[in-house]
């Protein structure tokens, strides 16, 4: 059974760091790549982060570079965000989401439950 | 970047109705799109890639189409599960980018 753990959010004060975990069980996780998405409340999705499945490639929203760092440990079968500089408009559920590519293309696959972050003084 | 507009951003149907979901991509994105599901207080759910193959485990109800600029996500008789918002997504290029959603409301 696929499972996609997040966990690590939480309220902070305005320049504050926080790390967020997701971990995967169920797959074979070295083999795709993973994602970080956003959803202020009320709101919709916006893709924050990728990273490729052996960890070498990784691309960030503008509204996150050089503040927020994604990584990964395909040996603990896990992903992570490094928030940092944290605003009020951070404020969202962060979910992690796998993505596969295969002959015919790529596509995103499962998706976390999310883990929300609150960012207020 | 690419500019994903989706529309209706609402939409008010019946059980049984047939629905459709339009994005349109601000350039050509092959047919790098997906469809997703989302219910108030749930993770998304994977529905479409690829533009028209179904993720699956998804109900032949829900089909997509298109390439290109234009994608529609259709289904075909509304159930009462149905009810949710929709977001397409493009993964041709970064950032990736999604529709605004469509919320889909009980008539």
């Known amino acids: 059974q696929v499972q996609l753990v997040e966990s690590g959010g939480g309220l902070v004060k305005p320049g504050g760091s926080l790390r967020l975990s997701c971990a995967v069980s169920g797959f074979t996780f070295r083999d795709y790549y993973m994602n970080w998405i956003r959803q202020a409340p009320g709101k919709g999705l916006e893709w924050v982060s990728y990273i490729s499945s052996s960890g070498s490639t990784i691309y960030y929203a503008d509204s996150v570079k050089g503040r927020f760092t994604i990584s990964r440990d395909n040996a603990k079968n896990s992903l992570y965000l490094q928030l940092n500089s944290l605003r009020a408009e951070d404020t969202a559920v962060y979910y992690c989401?796998?993505?596969?590519?295969?002959?015919?293309?790529?596509?995103?696959?499962?998706w976390g439950q999310g883990t929300l972050v609150t960012v207020s003084s | 970047d690419i500019q994903m507009t989706q529309s209706p951003s609402s939409l008010s149907a019946s059980v049984g109705d047939r629905v459709t979901i339009t994005c349109r991509a601000s350039q050509g994105i092959r047919n790098d799109l997906g469809w997703y599901q989302q219910k108030p207080g749930k993770a998304p759910k994977r529905l479409i890639y690829a533009a028209s193959s179904l993720h699956s485990g998804v109900p032949s109800r829900f089909s997509g189409s298109g390439s290109g600029t234009e994608f529609t996500l259709t289904i075909s008789s509304l159930q009462p599960e149905d009810f949710a918002t929709y977001y397409c997504l493009q993964h041709n290029s970064f950032p990736h980018t999604f529709g605004q959603g469509t919320k889909l409301e009980i008539e």
């Open positions: 989401c796998s993505g596969y590519c295969y002959g015919g293309g790529c596509y995103y696959d499962h």
